[in-house]
């Protein structure tokens, strides 16, 4: 297998950008607040078919966001690939208004069957993701990490073997990335719990945990992932399914 175009494991840098890009996405007021995974099977031109879509989105977005008056803003994203039991699927973590949702999902399925082929049963999947447990996602789409980086990034309980990945494995969106994070002067540790004073209208239609107060997230901010990220839960993110794709050849959603 040819390692210059086959990764077997996220490494240290890129689990880190993942994580970090999670709490900057809050901090500049443009949350990854939905989740969108795509089943591509045993297709070794996922990342290829991938990125069209993605591109497809981009321009889509934009243009929605310009129809609607809104004023242009910054595409903020994140995907994974995992390839566990030869069933290649990507994560895509994305920030999108709450309106252009439905929509969104539509076009995708049209997307899907241009680029990828037919609908299959639950090929796609699109969830809603808490602002306030956006971490658990995080960590989640990070378990692909290698056994090293794991224990760096204290991430243990998350760790996963995810199989070997034809071409890049996962990315960032510029906006989110160590660049932007520099210019902004971003400090994890320091300003990850900032967003909810800077950006209060970021709480809205989220579900808030019980306990859960700015003091509290400002201390736990401090403190370890080893007792603050993995919430004492489940290791798997089960966000609310707010769309999937359920039978072949399906072209609106139930």
Request: proline content about 4%; some cysteine; hydrophobic content about 35%.
């Amino acid at each position: 297998m040819n390692k210059k175009i086959y990764t077997e494991y996220l490494n240290y840098n890129t689990a880190s950008n993942i994580l970090h890009a999670f709490d900057f996405s809050k901090y500049i007021a443009l949350p990854l607040n939905a989740l969108i995974t795509i089943n591509f099977y045993d297709d070794e031109d996922a990342y290829k078919k991938f990125q069209k879509i993605r591109e497809l989105y981009s321009g889509w977005i934009r243009a929605k966001r310009k129809r609607s008056g809104k004023t242009s803003y910054p595409n903020a994203w994140v995907y994974v690939f995992e390839n566990p039991h030869s069933n290649i699927h990507v994560h895509w973590a994305i920030n999108i208004e709450e309106e252009f949702i439905f929509d969104f999902y539509i076009k995708l399925e049209k997307w899907i069957k241009i680029h990828v082929g037919e609908i299959r049963n639950r090929q796609l999947d699109v969830r809603r993701v808490n602002i306030y447990e956006d971490k658990v996602l995080a960590n989640y789409l990070a378990k692909g990490v290698n056994p090293f980086a794991s224990k760096k990034l204290h991430l243990e309980r998350y760790r996963k073997y995810q199989g070997f990945v034809k071409g890049p494995r996962a990315g960032v969106a510029r906006c989110l990335g160590k660049n932007a994070r520099k210019l902004a002067d971003f400090k994890p540790k320091r300003d990850r719990s900032k967003w909810a004073v800077m950006h209060p209208e970021l709480m809205n239609g989220h579900t808030r945990p019980t306990g859960w107060n700015l003091h509290i997230a400002k201390s736990n901010s401090k403190r370890s992932k080893r007792t603050t990220h993995g919430f004492h839960g489940s290791a798997n993110f089960k966000g609310p399914v707010l769309y999937r794709s359920l039978c072949v050849n399906r072209s609106v959603p139930a």
